[in-house]
């Protein structure tokens, strides 16, 4: 995630081009995701992980991420008759409480998190190769049917026309380690509206990761719960791992506060948050207990505008990102 690179006027022309031709009208239903094939087999996998030495990972560039194009939005859908609550998997060996202190700063702008629990498992750095260059954004591992679910931002699955390769996921990664190992996706998939405009409403992407060691990624770390079809103006926490200055992505950063719904351009959930480049994808928690650091995720970090300075927005999860979860999670 970073700030758009984009003048205050170009955001003004942006917003009159969208009302002056319209919004695309939303469907009846949601539409169906778009996947696309990773590292379908076992050496595939393997290939993937030798490739992701921890230099390469130290030396991964965050993603960037430009300005909102004019008339790229579609009209999202509102909310729903009430909100769908998917409750977290508890990590099977708890992260103790030795070497935590407690978090007590509500509402935080930016800081290490020095709280316990299971995000310290299930949140990761994301890593993979886009126009020849390696690559890192955020992600969270979700409960899912298939124990093998990551949700992060569409960008950091497909950016400019093209899916990225060598996507792995490191969960729990913190100074340059990857303690639960790196996790191969043998499918990468986004919203239909994020691969055919890179609609900022829709970025969101999903992962679904091979096996390690005998074992799914939800038996290894746990997993996040989900809320979809929420409320707005929540008590929410985003984490992401940070790479451009002053972050460097070695540590687990997060925000918390009050939400606010985007008043521009976007139907967006926007937080006080100073999270840089490299923090894109990660999650944003409603009902987030600090004490068990487990919460239901409902946004991921997506963007800022230049001229709203550390203020991040994150997308509505609505029907279509259910849709996309769904089809992830039965993969």
Same mark, same amino acid.
């Given at each position: 995630?970073?700030?758009?690179?984009?003048?205050?006027?170009?955001?003004?022309?942006?917003?009159?081009?969208?009302?002056?031709?319209?919004?695309?009208?939303?469907?009846?239903?949601?539409?169906?995701?778009?996947?696309?094939?990773?590292?379908?087999?076992?050496?595939?996998?393997?290939?993937?992980? &030798?490739?992701?030495?921890?230099?390469?990972?130290? !030396?991964?560039?965050?993603?960037?991420?430009?300005?909102?194009?004019?008339?790229?939005?579609?009209?999202?859908?509102?909310? =729903?008759?009430?909100?769908?609550?998917?409750?977290? !998997?508890?990590?099977?060996?708890?992260? !103790?409480?030795?070497?935590?202190?407690?978090?007590?700063? @509500?509402?935080?702008?930016?800081?290490?998190?020095?709280?316990?629990?299971?995000?310290?498992?299930?949140?990761?750095?994301?890593?993979?190769?886009?126009?020849?260059?390696?690559?890192?954004?955020?992600?969270?591992?979700?409960?899912?049917?298939?124990?093998?679910?990551?949700?992060?931002?569409?960008?950091?699955?497909?950016?400019?026309?093209?899916?990225?390769?060598?996507?792995? @996921?490191?969960?729990?990664?913190?100074?340059?380690?990857?303690?639960?190992?790196?996790? !191969?996706?043998?499918?990468?998939?986004?919203?239909?509206?994020?691969?055919?405009?890179? &609609?900022?409403?829709? %970025?969101?992407?999903?992962?679904?990761?091979?096996?390690?060691?005998?074992?799914?990624?939800?038996?290894?770390?746990?997993?996040?719960?989900?809320?979809?079809?929420?409320?707005?103006?929540?008590?929410?926490?985003?984490?992401?791992?940070?790479?451009?200055?002053?972050?460097?992505?070695?540590?687990?950063?997060?925000?918390? =506060?009050?939400?606010?719904? %985007?008043?521009?351009?976007?139907? %967006?959930?926007?937080?006080?948050?100073?999270?840089?480049?490299?923090?894109?994808?990660?999650?944003?928690?409603?009902?987030?207990?600090?004490?068990?650091?487990?919460?239901?995720?409902?946004?991921?970090?997506? @963007?800022?505008?230049?001229?709203?300075?550390?203020?991040?927005?994150?997308?509505?999860?609505? %029907? &279509?990102?259910?849709?996309?979860?769904?089809?992830?999670?039965?993969?």
């Amino acid at each position: 995630m970073r700030r758009p690179r984009r003048t205050v006027a170009g955001i003004l022309l942006a917003a009159g081009a969208l009302f002056t031709t319209g919004l695309q009208a939303a469907t009846a239903h949601a539409a169906p995701a778009t996947a696309h094939p990773a590292a379908a087999t076992a050496a595939a996998q393997q290939k993937v992980r &030798d490739y992701w030495t921890p230099e390469r990972m130290r !030396t991964a560039t965050p993603l960037d991420l430009p300005g909102i194009a004019p008339g790229s939005l579609a009209r999202p859908q509102g909310q =729903g008759s009430g909100p769908t609550v998917i409750a977290p !998997t508890p990590p099977k060996t708890p992260v !103790t409480a030795s070497s935590k202190v407690a978090v007590k700063d @509500f509402p935080q702008p930016g800081g290490a998190w020095g709280g316990n629990g299971a995000v310290l498992k299930t949140t990761g750095r994301v890593f993979f190769t886009f126009q020849g260059r390696n690559a890192s954004c955020s992600g969270d591992a979700v409960t899912s049917q298939n124990g093998s679910t990551v949700l992060t931002a569409g960008h950091c699955v497909k950016y400019q026309g093209a899916w990225h390769t060598n996507w792995t @996921f490191a969960p729990g990664y913190h100074d340059g380690q990857s303690p639960y190992g790196t996790w !191969t996706a043998s499918k990468t998939m986004s919203t239909p509206q994020w691969v055919a405009s890179e &609609d900022m409403n829709f %970025d969101v992407g999903a992962a679904v990761v091979g096996q390690l060691n005998g074992q799914t990624l939800t038996q290894a770390v746990g997993a996040q719960g989900l809320q979809f079809n929420g409320a707005y103006n929540q008590s929410l926490y985003a984490f992401g791992f940070p790479a451009a200055s002053p972050y460097d992505g070695t540590k687990l950063i997060y925000c918390s =506060g009050t939400s606010i719904k %985007d008043f521009l351009l976007t139907k %967006d959930h926007g937080l006080s948050c100073n999270m840089t480049g490299g923090s894109s994808g990660g999650p944003w928690f409603a009902s987030f207990d600090e004490s068990t650091g487990a919460g239901l995720q409902a946004s991921v970090n997506s @963007f800022g505008y230049v001229f709203l300075p550390n203020t991040m927005f994150g997308p509505y999860f609505g %029907d &279509d990102i259910k849709t996309l979860y769904d089809q992830a999670q039965a993969a």
